[in-house]
């Protein structure tokens, strides 16, 4: 299901979340949300889900361009608790080489991820940026 809505934007630059909206995605009064500005696409978007105790990253993960490379990553990822909240995939040269870039919620250290991302032979890089907590 879809809902777009147009809220006003208060001198303080914040907006209100509508009630219906936070309920059904389950946003509460003191929960993080991640808010991903895209500047090329002039868009905003905002993620329920990131909670006090886990920790936000980007994740840029470069990979060979070949059936099953990127579900061997997911898999990775959902073994070692990775809480995707967004993510994005594109091919970079067909046949060769490919990106997603994965906003996601981690427990634990965020390098640990890196390293086990990299031992995925179809893996050829991974960056991983965490965000500061609010």
Do not use: W
């Not at 361009?65 to 990775?82: F, N, R, T, W, Y």
């Amino acid at each position: 299901m879809r809902r777009v809505e147009i809220l006003k934007v208060d001198g303080k630059g914040r907006i209100t979340i509508p009630r219906n909206v936070r309920e059904v995605l389950g946003i509460e009064g003191g929960s993080h949300v991640v808010m991903v500005a895209d500047l090329d696409k002039g868009e905003i978007v905002i993620l329920p889900g990131a909670t006090k105790e886990g920790t936000v990253v980007e994740l840029s993960i470069v990979f060979k361009d070949k059936p099953g490379s990127l579900a061997k990553i997911v898999e990775k990822m959902s073994q070692i608790g990775i809480n995707q909240l967004s993510t994005n995939c594109k091919t970079v040269k067909k046949g060769e080489k490919a990106e997603c870039i994965i906003i996601a919620e981690v427990k634990g250290d965020p390098k640990k991820i890196e390293d086990a991302l990299k031992k995925i032979d179809e893996v050829i890089d991974v960056f991983v940026y965490t965000l500061p907590k609010p």
